[in-house]
């Protein structure tokens, strides 16, 4: 049992590694775009990671990240899947669940981290941590698992673009596939 938890699991944050998402959630997604119900993607990352490390070096930038997944998994149900994706990237699948309230969870976890990440780095005082989000939903046209994450990529780089620390959701209006 130890040994799957550390196969599935990013072991600075404990959150689902890349691989142990990818196997889950595409199943869960193909369900969803049979008609199986709705399932929203949120792509997040901390803004201007770069300048954590380069200004308290890597340790603090390694709490940085362990901070905010920690805050991400407060924000989501059991049943919901949080994933480490890259670096100081992560990427979250609500099951069941609407775009309105995806958005809910993603403006709540932004506002939560800006309001309470900085002052959990105990070991020196940091600039503050803010976060962007994209949020995507099947409903609105995804094929698959990759395009929905891709959908939600385009809206996180637009919340990034309107200046960060931000929810934007993908639209086919608003976003080129």
């Known amino acids: 049992e130890e040994l799957r938890r550390l196969a599935m699991r990013d ?16 199943e869960m997604v193909a369900e969803a775009a049979k008609g199986g119900g709705d ?22 930038g390694d709490q940085v990240i362990q901070v905010v997944a920690k805050t991400l998994g407060g ?10 994706y890259g670096g100081e990237e992560f990427c979250i699948l609500l099951p069941n669940t609407k775009v309105a309230d995806a ?9 939560s981290i800006e309001a309470t990440a900085s002052s959990s780095i105990r070991s020196v ?3 503050k941590i803010t976060s962007s989000f994209g ?34 959701i993908w639209t086919a209006e608003t976003h080129h596939a």
């Open 11 to 26: 072991p600075m944050t404990g959150c689902l590694n890349r691989r142990a998402f990818f196997d889950t959630a595409a």
């Open 39 to 60: 399932i929203c993607c949120i792509m997040t990352d901390i803004d201007h990671f770069k300048g954590f490390n380069d200004l308290y070096g890597h340790l603090v």
């Open 75 to 84: 924000s989501i149900r059991n049943g919901d899947m949080l994933c480490r």
């Open 103 to 111: 958005c809910t969870v993603a403006e709540r976890a932004r506002a």
């Open 125 to 127: 005082q940091v600039r």
């Open 135 to 168: 949020v995507s939903c099947i409903s609105d046209g995804a094929a698959n698992l990759q395009e929905l994450i891709d959908q939600a990529d385009q809206a996180l780089y637009a919340s990034k673009e309107a200046g960060r620390n931000r929810v934007t």
